[in-house]
């Protein structure tokens, strides 16, 4: 399984919770707002100053090894 940058917040944390920690180090703190569900992992990672393909691929390598 793998995800993309495309996704949503939301379907990512659907996908599986424990997606919520990495996101929670990368400086993402803001995982149970509303808005934060809809916004794509692209999106969150430019508002928050973070590099989206590093991000993607620490997703996809969690993913990965589970």
Do not use: W, Y
């Not at 590093?54 to 990965?64: C, H, K, V």
């Amino acid at each position: 399984m793998q995800i993309t940058k495309e996704m949503t917040i939301g379907q990512l944390i659907q996908l599986d919770e424990n997606i919520v920690p990495i996101l929670m180090r990368a400086g993402m703190h803001c995982i149970g707002c509303p808005s934060a569900q809809g916004e794509s992992l692209a999106e969150a990672a430019m508002v928050h100053g973070i590099d989206a393909d590093t991000l993607e691929s620490q997703i996809n390598d969690f993913l990965a090894n589970k």
